[in-house]
């Protein structure tokens, strides 16, 4: 994993009835904040697709690699000098294949910053 817990740090996560809820909290002065921008940071929309993938990989103590990714909207900025604290959402669906099927967001207090449905297969 490349962002955990250098660029973010998980502070909970839990799966109930399929869904995955964590809470993680971002680093306004990690590196990747210096081109993206500086005094203003904004996530990049890659660097959020990367959290939810390494999530994934955290509760399922596998390697989640992209297969599909049926619908991906970057919907705010996540800035996290305004707000570090994140939360994921995301439903988990088997695939008779073993990939796992998710749908949810990520978001702060003030809304949702993206949100995704895509096919990960766990190595």
Known sequence: MILKDTFY???SLEVIDNNLEANIVIDPKHAIFEGHFPGNPVTPGVVQMEIVKEILSVHFAKKAVLKTMGNCKFLSILNPNETPGVAVKLSLTTQEDGSIKIAGQLA??????LKISAVYLLD
Do not use: H, M, V, Y
């Not at 702060?108 to 910053?113: D, F, I, L, R, S």
């Open 9 to 11: 740090s998980i502070k």
């Open 108 to 113: 702060t207090e003030k809304g949702a910053c």
